[in-house]
């Protein structure tokens, strides 16, 4: 089990913008140097980040929550006997 991996990553699905810049899609999720959790962009994080972990912050990994349903295709039965 990977614990580290834990408190450096968080799993979203929906987009965020940077606090700090408002312009770019923020790329983390991180304590900044002035004291607030704020979502950052990959340059602010940089610049106003204080590092990855518990109590510092996460980058985010984007998933999409829905479930890709089943094809046609791929509903059979094998009838090789
Ligand atoms: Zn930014």
Avoid: H
């Amino acid at each position: 089990m990977d614990m580290d991996k834990n408190y450096t990553e968080a799993q979203i699905s929906e987009q965020r913008y940077c606090d700090i810049c408002t312009t770019k899609p923020a790329a983390y999720d991180a304590k900044t140097k002035r004291g607030p959790w704020a979502w950052l962009c990959k340059d602010c994080f940089e610049e106003f980040g204080i590092g990855l972990g518990l109590g510092r912050g996460q980058r985010l990994i984007f998933v999409d929550v829905r479930v890709t349903p089943l094809t046609g295709s791929q509903v059979g039965f094998d009838e090789d006997l």
